[in-house]
T-cell receptor, first 115, second 112 residues
Framework: GAGVSQSPRYKVAKRGQDVALRCDPI?????LFWYQQALGQGPEFLTY????????KSGLPSDRFFAERPEGSVSTLKIQRTQQEDSAVYLC?????????????FGPGTRLTVL | SQQGEEDPQALSIQEGENATMNCSYK?????LQWYRQNSGRGLVHLIL?????REKHSGRLRVTLDTSKKSSSLLITASRAADTASYFC????????????FGGGTRLMVKP
């Protein structure tokens, strides 16, 4: 079956622009995660959804970052008034179950460059 | 901030040699997972080892876990040029969502 997909794969934004990044998780997966990966670093947790409920957003770096998953499937990560420090790869992952102990499957990521 | 630290940060070996990467973490875990990432690509899941397991094998991969030392190692035997990638360990903790906390990664280069 299809894996996790993300779009766009690459996004260049001018500082101050708003961007929206999309994630299509594996069908039927309950859990969805967003991570941010800076160049040369490991991914860092941003936010977690269980179905449509956003249960943890402790990793979002500022109130310019907003995520939603209104129907419990596709998710969108929105960044308002982008700054240069937002440049990173944004990774989405889904997991079949709500609880832990299961594999997270990652998408290819969206590389965001803010000029 | 990142939970784990990986050692070495970079490793260069010849094809056919074994590669060993180590990971340390700070707090108790549910499980530990290893991922591979090729340049510019997403993360590929390699293996998951639970906190009550000590060793796990998958093909040419062998993972060990020592919870008393809060450390894990990934061994790739008989390496191939195609194994060139970054390898990350990620720990899952008992918290809301059970998100993963990643180390900084080991960049492995296998020379043909």
């Amino acid at each position: 079956g299809a894996g996790v997909s993300q779009s766009p794969r690459y996004k260049v934004a001018k500082r101050g622009q708003d961007v929206a990044l999309r994630c299509d998780p594996i069908s039927g997966h309950v859990s969805l995660f967003w991570y941010q990966q800076a160049l040369g670093q490991g991914p860092e947790f941003l936010t977690y959804f269980q179905n449509e409920a956003q249960l943890d957003k402790s990793g979002l770096p500022s109130d310019r970052f907003f995520a939603e998953r209104p129907e419990g499937s596709v998710s969108t990560l929105k960044i308002q008034r982008t700054q240069q420090e937002d440049s990173a790869v944004y990774l989405c992952a889904s997991r079949r179950l709500a609880g832990g102990g299961d594999t997270q499957y990652f998408g290819p990521g969206t590389r965001l460059t803010v000029l | 901030s990142q939970q784990g630290e990986e050692d070495p940060q970079a490793l260069s070996i010849q094809e056919g040699e074994n590669a060993t990467m180590n990971c340390s973490y700070k707090t108790s875990i549910n499980n530990l997972q290893w991922y591979r990432q090729n340049s510019g690509r997403g993360l590929v899941h390699l293996i998951l080892i639970r906190s009550n397991e000590r060793e796990k094998h998958s093909g040419r991969l062998r993972v060990t876990l020592d919870t008393s030392k809060k450390s894990s190692s990934l061994l790739i035997t008989a390496s191939r040029a195609a194994d060139t990638a970054s390898y990350f360990c990620a720990t899952e903790h008992n918290n809301a969502g059970n998100m993963l906390t990643f180390g900084g990664g080991t960049r492995l280069m296998v020379k043909p």
